[in-house]
């Protein structure tokens, strides 16, 4: 969705609000690269979690726990970045892409969701939920499409990042929600 909103932005406002958004993006794409390294600790035991033997109440609590962690880790990785940036873009880049600040600002929650996400996409897969996986994945994907549409002519840049942020925030709350129906379901037919 990053680039299909770098689209929207260049044809309708040119290449400033794409700069902003462009900007903001490759940075982001840092964070999610050092989440992604640093997350990828937690996969091998998200799959022990999930395998053939395993108990309704400890996956929950690993569940929760690695959520916990994640969202802890990513805001240490946010935190730092959104402390040094202003003063970074202004050194290295200059004063006229400060606008791109607010952004950022929107695109560091995603971050931090971002990482959540990617526990749960774990947990998804971990109990053999791919095909729905990839259905809401997809489904979430065009919200943010025609979140992008919406946005974007009355914010700009921000309305690019906002349609991304509410459209994450939405598809990691329903898929938190499925993978708890899972693990109960679970519960219920293994009692």
């Not at 695109?107 to 931090?112: D, I, Q, S, T």
């Not at 095909?131 to 997809?138: K, M, N």
Request: include cysteine.
């Amino acid at each position: 969705m990053t680039q299909a909103n770098q689209i929207i932005l260049q044809h309708k406002f040119g290449s400033k609000e794409l700069a902003n958004y462009g900007l903001s993006i490759q940075i982001i794409t840092i964070i999610r690269l050092l989440q992604t390294q640093l997350l990828r600790l937690t996969a091998p035991s998200i799959a022990d979690v999930t395998n053939a033997e395993w108990k309704a109440p400890s996956v929950i609590k690993k569940l929760l726990r690695y959520s916990a962690l994640t969202f802890g880790l990513s805001v240490c990785i946010v935190l730092p970045m959104w402390i040094l940036t202003p003063f970074l873009i202004e050194k290295f880049m200059g004063k006229d892409y400060i606008t791109a600040i607010p952004v950022l600002n929107v695109l560091y929650v995603w971050a931090v969701l971002y990482g959540i996400a990617i526990i749960n996409n774990q947990f998804l897969i971990g109990l053999h939920l791919q095909r729905f996986f990839f259905i809401s994945t997809s489904i979430f994907g065009l919200i943010s499409l025609l979140l992008s549409e919406l946005f974007v002519d009355r914010y700009r840049s921000m309305g690019a990042a906002l349609s991304l942020l509410i459209s994450h925030l939405c598809s990691v709350i329903f898929q938190f929600f499925i993978v708890l129906q899972k693990i109960k379901q679970h519960a219920r037919s293994t009692s």
